[in-house]
Nanobody, 124 residues
Framework: QVQLVESGGGLVQAGDSLRLSCAASGRTFSIYAMGWFRQAPGKEREFVAAFNWSGGIIYYADSVKGRFTISRDNAKNTVYLQMNSLKPEDTAVYYC?????????????????WGQGTQVTVSS
């Protein structure tokens, strides 16, 4: 079992930056893929970014390319999402996800483990 805890959300103004953290615990050695998703009010859950832990190949949604960066700290078992140039449309609950299954990550949307989410609100 893997536990994920997100933190770092908050209320910011358009153009500001936030850094989200996802701390993993439990069987972290089993994690193959990790990703960030978000869900805005009245919207479906949306893919944001993902990578496979060993290869380090990163995929981003078109809506965040050039603004968001996903990274990891192996020593801390933590994944980060650096969000720059935030826009009001980035407002959502952001979720961290992990999955033990090997295989392609680019189009993976089903993950075994999810965090509780952290709220990001961007005012105009």
């Amino acid at each position: 079992q893997v536990q994920l805890v997100e933190s770092g959300g908050g209320l910011v103004q358009a153009g500001d930056s936030l850094r989200l953290s996802c701390a993993a615990s439990g069987r972290t050695f089993s994690i193959y893929a990790m990703g960030w998703f978000r869900q805005a009010p009245g919207k479906e859950r949306e893919f944001v970014a993902a990578f496979n832990w060993s290869g380090g190949i990163i995929y981003y949604a078109d809506s965040v390319k050039g603004r968001f960066t996903i990274s990891r700290d192996n020593a801390k078992n933590t994944v980060y999402l650096q969000m720059n140039s935030l826009k009001p449309e980035d407002t959502a609950v952001y979720y961290c996800a992990a999955d033990p299954r090997p295989g392609p990550v680019r189009y993976r949307r089903e993950y075994d483990y999810w965090g509780q989410g952290t709220q990001v609100t961007v005012s105009s």
